[in-house]
């Protein structure tokens, strides 16, 4: 059965700190994802990746970045929290095809106080 | 650009009734996907059904169908049936054929089955 796997539920992070999502997914796809999810604003993407070392920006990257070393881990970095990242955070996975869904993981709650 | 509208931020149903959940898109590309996905208090997404630019038929998934009417550009969910289960927030999404997985999400509908 499909599983990703984001490190944790639930994450309280101070201002200006370093924060590390990470996620994991076992089922070799390709193409992994971050997205933001934000009420009224629906799902964001923050970052793509379709290989190992490969990556792409999506439509709010500002304040992130990513790494992907492995096929099956796919990292959000923060570098310097702020506030207006305080959000859901949810990773995906998927195969490549048009007709390919993504796979999502259960979501980190990020609170940056 | 690629863009989903989903202009019912809220709809209520009577458990064993049908309900529409609304989803218009819009591209100049031709071909392209389009995704439903069902997200629970609990936080999961959770995919639902998948219908192709170029699909001749509606999709169907059990209870799950798909309203693609490709001229207005719109891609209603249609739930048959509904259980108090069905209570969740609601996602349309689209995919264009560009070789990246780029999704395009709505704003989402809650919808709420009441017994």
């Known amino acids: 059965d499909v599983k990703v796997t984001q490190s944790s539920r639930y994450l309280v992070k101070r201002t200006g700190e370093k924060v590390f999502l990470e996620c994991v997914q076992d089922m070799d796809h390709e193409n992994m994802f971050w997205y933001r999810q934000d009420p009224g604003l629906g799902l964001r993407l923050i970052y793509f990746s379709y290989d190992v070392k490969m990556k792409e920006k999506g439509d709010i990257p500002e304040g992130y970045s990513v790494s992907r070393e492995k096929k099956e881990r796919f990292s959000l970095i923060l570098e310097s929290a702020s506030t207006n990242q305080t959000s859901m955070y949810l990773c995906a996975s998927s195969l490549t095809g048009v007709n390919q869904p993504q796979h999502f993981g259960d979501g980190t709650r990020l609170s940056i106080l | 650009a690629q863009k989903i509208t989903q202009t019912q931020p809220g709809m209520f149903v009577q458990e064993k009734e049908a309900v529409t959940l609304d989803c218009t898109y819009d591209?100049?590309?031709?071909?392209?996907?389009l995704f439903w996905y069902k997200q629970p208090s609990s936080g999961e997404m959770i995919f639902l059904i998948y219908?192709?630019?170029?699909?001749?038929q509606n999709a169907t998934e059990g209870r799950y169908s798909l309203n693609f009417q490709k001229a207005r550009k719109s891609a209603n969910l249609v739930i048959s049936a509904s259980q108090l289960g069905d209570s969740a927030m609601y996602f349309c999404?689209?995919?264009?054929?560009?070789?990246?997985?780029?999704?395009?999400f709505g704003t989402g509908t809650r919808l709420l089955v009441s017994p």
């Open positions: 591209t100049s590309d031709p071909s392209y996907g």
């Open positions: 219908q192709g630019s170029y699909d001749q």
């Open positions: 999404a689209m995919v264009l054929n560009t070789g990246f997985q780029k999704l395009v």
